[in-house]
């Protein structure tokens, strides 16, 4: 089945000790997402890839970075992970075609940290 | 900037009951989403709405487009214990890159 793959599913780092999460989509679409989600709320877009072009919000701390290297990957790294950090993230992917705007998500990614 | 409005932020049910929740927005949104979202896990996609007026179901739920475009609802009729998560409509941004703005969401439970 066509679908979007994250992991690990749970992962747990030090204050302040880089973190790398993956997403991968057998979908081909050609849009990725990276949404933070805290304790009930709606997911917070963090940055998304329109085909290779990358596009950040304004209010994405410069500690979330992300990767692309081919359509079917993304990678979202934290350089230095802070309590707040401690969320679950979301990856979606899309195939942007006029009027349709379904994501997809992944089962996401809770991150501890301690 | 965009925002849309979910109400109730919660509800309590017992089983088998009907429910309906809604979303508004202060701007015309050409799309509707319908998102569910049990804990633990991604929001999965249940209904996509494209026109005004347009009724859609999928199984027990039912949401429509509202005729203004503000506006959304969702109906699940008989309720089961594994219909309990969180709700959340979206809709696409301004801009047209795919971005969607997000309700808060409705938090749903069923008693047994």
């Known amino acids: 089945d066509a679908m979007v793959i994250q992991n690990p599913r749970y992962q747990v780092t030090q204050f302040g000790k880089p973190v790398t999460l993956s997403c991968s989509q057998t979908?081909?679409?050609?849009?990725m997402y990276w949404y933070q989600q805290k304790s009930s709320q709606a997911p917070k877009l963090l940055f998304h890839?329109?085909?290779?072009?990358?596009?950040n919000e304004a209010d994405t701390p410069d500690n979330f970075q992300s990767r692309r290297p081919n359509t079917s990957f993304c990678f979202l790294d934290i350089r230095s992970p802070g309590l707040g950090d401690a969320a679950m993230y979301l990856c979606?992917?899309?195939?942007?075609?006029?009027?349709?705007?379904?994501?997809?998500f992944g089962p996401g990614t809770r991150l501890t940290v301690t | 900037g965009q925002q849309l409005n979910q109400s109730p932020q919660s509800m309590f049910i017992q089983e088998g009951e009907d429910v309906s929740m809604n979303c508004t927005s202060s701007?015309?949104?050409?799309?509707w989403l319908w998102y569910k979202q049990e804990p633990g896990e991604g929001p999965v996609l249940l209904i996509a709405l494209y026109k005004a007026g347009e009724l859609t179901s999928n199984g027990r739920l039912t949401a429509q487009f509202g005729i203004t475009r503000k506006d959304s609802f969702l109906n699940i009729s008989a309720s089961i214990p594994s219909d309990v998560g969180i709700y959340f409509c979206?809709?696409?941004?301004?801009?047209?890159?795919?971005?969607?703005?997000f309700g808060q969401g409705t938090t749903l439970q069923v008693k047994p």
């Open positions: 979908l081909n679409h050609n849009v």
């Open positions: 979206a809709g696409p941004g301004s801009s047209n890159t795919g971005k969607l703005i």
């Open positions: 890839y329109y085909d290779k072009d990358f596009n």
């Open positions: 701007s015309i949104f050409n799309t």
């Open positions: 979606a992917t899309s195939r942007i075609r006029q009027g349709l705007y379904e994501q997809y």
